[in-house]
T-cell receptor, first 114, second 111 residues
Framework: IAGITQAPTSQILAAGRRMTLRCTQD?????MYWYRQDLGLGLRLIHY???????GKGEVPDGYSVSRANTDDFPLTLASAVPSQTSVYFC?????????????FGPGTRLTVL | GQNIDQPTEMTATEGAIVQINCTYQ??????LFWYQQHAGEAPTFLSY????GLEEKGRFSSFLSRSKGYSYLLLKELQMKDSASYLC????????????FGAGTRLFVKA
């Protein structure tokens, strides 16, 4: 693994189904983030994690949950998907906080909820 | 509330210079980033400003005025590969690690 990876690349999901988007980084970054990107709205922060074992809510956390059991992995779960969650999801990481540290983004997961 | 404004689209000619503006109104400020995003790809880091002034990095420069809530990204000697979206982002000093992104400016470089 080099950098930050996400899986799956894309997914079509029926409304009401549970879905977990996976994110793994091998840069030993403390901080990780989940964003969704919608046309005309830019990137919006869903949840973040300052360090393993801690998580926080971003701008649009409703309907999503995260966990950070270790440094490398930061899965995002949709407990019961709805069509408004159709979006491109990006995971990112940075060394410590983002104050002066650039965020490295994964390739994204394109999710369609029908 | 938090707000970041940037133009939706811009068009420029290969070899020219283009300036992409960004204005922000946020509660707390801990730095401003510019990212480049090609269609269908992930954003990649271009620049970071936390103090007023100009930061230069090759063909790209970024300027910040904290008192005016204003930044710009300057791209010189435009190349076709510079056609992309440019995202302005502000990190908030609110005790948590939150970064707010603008909607992005799509730049089209024509021959």
């Amino acid at each position: 693994i080099a950098g930050i990876t996400q899986a799956p690349t894309s997914q079509i999901l029926a409304a009401g189904r549970r879905m977990t988007l996976r994110c793994t980084q091998d840069m030993r970054h403390n901080a990780m983030y989940w964003y969704r990107q919608d046309l005309g709205l830019g990137l919006r922060l869903i949840h973040y994690s300052n360090t393993a074992g801690t998580t926080g809510k971003g701008e649009v956390p409703d309907g999503y949950s995260v966990s950070r059991a270790n440094t490398d992995d930061f899965p995002l779960t949709l407990a019961s998907a709805v069509p408004s969650q159709t979006s491109v999801y990006f995971c990112a990481s940075s060394d410590s906080g983002p104050g002066s540290n650039e965020q490295f983004f994964g390739p994204g997961t394109r999710l369609t909820v029908l | 509330g938090q707000n970041i404004d940037q133009p939706t689209e811009m068009t420029a000619t290969e070899g020219a210079i283009v300036q992409i503006n960004c204005t922000y109104q946020t509660s707390g400020f801990n730095g401003l980033f510019w990212y480049q995003q090609h269609a269908g790809e992930a954003p990649t880091f271009l620049s970071y400003n936390v103090l007023d002034g100009l930061e230069e990095k090759g063909r790209f420069s970024s300027f910040l005025s904290r008192s005016k809530g204003y930044s710009y990204l300057l791209l010189k000697e435009l190349q076709m590969k510079d056609s992309a979206s440019y995202l302005c982002a502000v990190t908030l000093n609110t005790g948590g690690f939150k970064t707010i992104f603008g909607a992005g400016t799509r730049l089209f470089v024509k021959a």
